[in-house]
């Protein structure tokens, strides 16, 4: 019997970027296993609202539901129409849309991130766009900016990850040299 590698799971990314990016590219589709590992990664906290989501689309388990899902972006002609497929069919917001994809896709989509936002200065209403094609002129604007943002030869996720980082670490200082100014809530009072 083979003993499941669970340390795979402690570098989250990189299970992501390695596995299930291969096994969608290999099968068209993926599991509920792996695509909330996804969810999970971009915002644990919508796990249990995304699985309401999927079975509420008339599926009796979420794996059947994820597979349809996954299926019908790996038969979407093009980038804009993959997304297209979890804002309009599936009722997803561009942020977690754009983790799903990147994971899917990675040399063709970025994850759509307020703090990436916040470093390029610009793009902050994208996700409220309306019609869907103007989200999707605003979206690819978006991933030209942060191509363009890192003049280093880095991929486009390692582009991403580089202007999350300088926002983190900007935040991060100022945090220090306010001294953490605001009240602390409960989940971060020391024990």
């Known amino acids: 019997m083979k003993q499941t590698d669970y340390l795979k799971y402690y570098h989250l990314e990189e299970y992501l970027f390695r596995e299930v990016s291969n096994r969608f ?9 792996d695509f909330f590992c996804i969810v999970i990664w971009k915002a644990n906290r919508a796990k249990s609202k995304i699985a309401k989501r999927l079975l509420s689309k008339g599926y009796d388990d979420l794996d059947s539901a994820v597979k349809a899902l996954t299926k019908s972006i790996s038969e979407a002609s093009e ?4 997304l297209q497929v979890l804002l309009d069919n599936w009722g997803f917001r561009l942020p977690m849309a754009s983790a799903i994809l990147t994971v899917l896709y990675p040399e063709e ?5 307020v ?6 200065k610009n793009f902050q209403d994208v996700q409220n766009k309306r019609p869907f094609d103007k989200l999707w002129n605003s979206y690819e604007e978006y991933i030209k900016s942060v191509k363009a943002a890192v003049g280093e030869n880095l991929s486009l996720r390692d582009k991403d990850r ?25 989940s971060e009072s020391e024990t």
């Open 79 to 82: 980038p804009k129409y993959r």
């Open 115 to 120: 703090r990436v936002c916040e470093v390029l």
């Open 109 to 113: 989509f970025t994850i759509y991130d």
């Open 162 to 186: 580089w202007l999350w980082g300088n926002s983190f670490a900007s935040q991060l200082k100022k945090d220090i040299e306010n001294k953490f100014p605001g009240k602390l809530d409960n």
């Open 25 to 33: 590219c290999n099968d068209g589709y993926i599991t509920a296993f």
